[in-house]
């Protein structure tokens, strides 16, 4: 514990707290709040320009250039890097928000840096070269002896994680076992199991870098709980926490996920390991106070304002064959409120499936099919400034990660984490929360502070003094903010075709992969621009 820290509440303290605190206001939600609560981050109105407005005429004058990419998340800005250093020097990007970085957008309340969305990337492995190369240039990693070495001041800092497990902190987030007790056997068996699966199956992350075979598709067929349930994997706390990882990396838990992807999340990076085993301690994570968008601002500046353009809802997108062979563009320029056309001689379109089937006139089929198929899932992301310290229970010291034991919520991570200050106060939390399909509507209908509500209520069992001493939070919601790698969707027959289209309009997106992580967008980016390069014919450097 810092010296500095806030008093801590010991358990029978803060049980005795928790009761005044009910006593003096009836309860976190019944007093009128000290705090207020608003939507950030995106402009609902430009999202659903689509679906709400026909196609308007083109009024604004035409622009032409070389390559354009539609879409400036993960996907869209490794694809727009990859065509400048193949030596495309008219590359262009639209994007719809004013800054481009997508789910990976970084925000500031109260002058300090918080995330929007993605907030860590574990170390890349092998399979995922882009990403080694691009934390290489950005000088996350460098190599000694023949191996990848990161920058310690960018791995997250101890203690990573605690879990508020039977009213205490513990560290890490697996349940606790005792020695000798079913639930650490269980631990071991699907340790093993895992680690069986990595080594005759075959994992890799991008998963398109492994091998697929009858066995990894028997695996997709089911979902991850029915396995588990299949394999007598039964003890309440490992469900819990297998459930917490599906609905953290994937948006939904182990009865909505297949059992590939169950498989997936573990033997594709980390494995899983039972407590006491010689890996037990978690893979260290690269993250940083306004999350992955330190790595998305730094691909933008590299791109240049005067190629990246912000405030550009694309509508249509049209491949032309023949002489003219090239693509066109409709783009409604938000600031000045009316549409351009632009043409080019190949384009990129790095949109969710959902939105590059509706903009892509005369779609392939197989993104058509892949998009129909795809389930996505809403989540809402909540930065909550304190007005002071709050106070500590017993137990594991304050974390990076901090997750409640068996609630539907994630969390929350201190957005400060990484700031080494040792008198730092802990005053913005950024709580994440996965939502089940059925809600999507309600981040619409409901107010910000209905919402920020729920987190309050929620988070309150773990710091009953939150609702004293919030001052603000700001949420994001997303709609459709990624792909539920439900059963039967990793092995799709469109992924294959859409990872093969010829031609000079390409699509790039973590829905590609059907799994939205860092290191799928990424690869789909690289290798859509190659593709577009070939349909060029223009060498790859
Ligand atoms: C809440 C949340 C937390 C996450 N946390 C992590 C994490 O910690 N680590 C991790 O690896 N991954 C995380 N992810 C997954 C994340 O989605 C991927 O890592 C990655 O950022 C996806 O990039 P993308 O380019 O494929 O997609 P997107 O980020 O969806 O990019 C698509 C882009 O297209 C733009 N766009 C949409 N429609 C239009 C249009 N009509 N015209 C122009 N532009 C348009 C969007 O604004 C966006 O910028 C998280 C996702 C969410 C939602």
Known sequence: ?????????????????????????RGPSAEAPDWTARWVGTDLERGHR???????PASLPARRCGVLVLGGGVAGLTAARRLIQAGVDDVHLLELEDSAGGNARGHEVGGQ?????AHYLPL????????QALLEELGLLRRKNGRWVADERHLCHSPQERLFYDGAWVEGLLPPAEAGSARLAQYRRLSQQVSNA???LGFALPSHRARWTADHAALDGQTFAAWLDAQGFHDPGLRWYLDYCCRDDYGADSRRVSAWAGLHYFASRHGFHAPGDDAAEREPVLTWPEGNAWITRRMASAIGSDRLHGGQTVLQVRSDRGPQAGVQ????????????????????LALPAHVATRVWADAPKALTALAAATPTAPWLVANLRLKAPLLERVGAEPAWDNVPFGSPGLGYVDAGHQDLRPDRPRMLLTAYRALPEGERGALLTQSAHAWAQRLVDELSSLHPDLPQRLAEVHLMRYGHAMAIPAPGLRGHPARPALRQLGGRLQWAHADLAGCSVFEEACA???EAAERCLRALGRPAR
Do not use: F, I, K, N
């Open 1 to 25: 514990m810092r010296p500095d820290a806030p008093a801590v509440l010991t358990r029978r303290a803060c049980l005795g707290a928790a009761g005044l605190l009910l006593a003096g206001c």
């Open 50 to 56: 689509l679906r709400d407005h026909g196609l308007p």
């Open 113 to 117: 840096p918080c995330p929007l969305g």
């Open 124 to 131: 890349p492995g092998p399979s995922a070269r882009e990403v």
């Open 198 to 200: 990595r080594q005759h």
């Open 329 to 348: 563009v409709l783009a409604w320029d938000e600031a000045l409120g009316a549409a351009r056309s632009w043409s080019a001689q190949a384009a990129v």
């Open 524 to 526: 789909a980016g690289a």
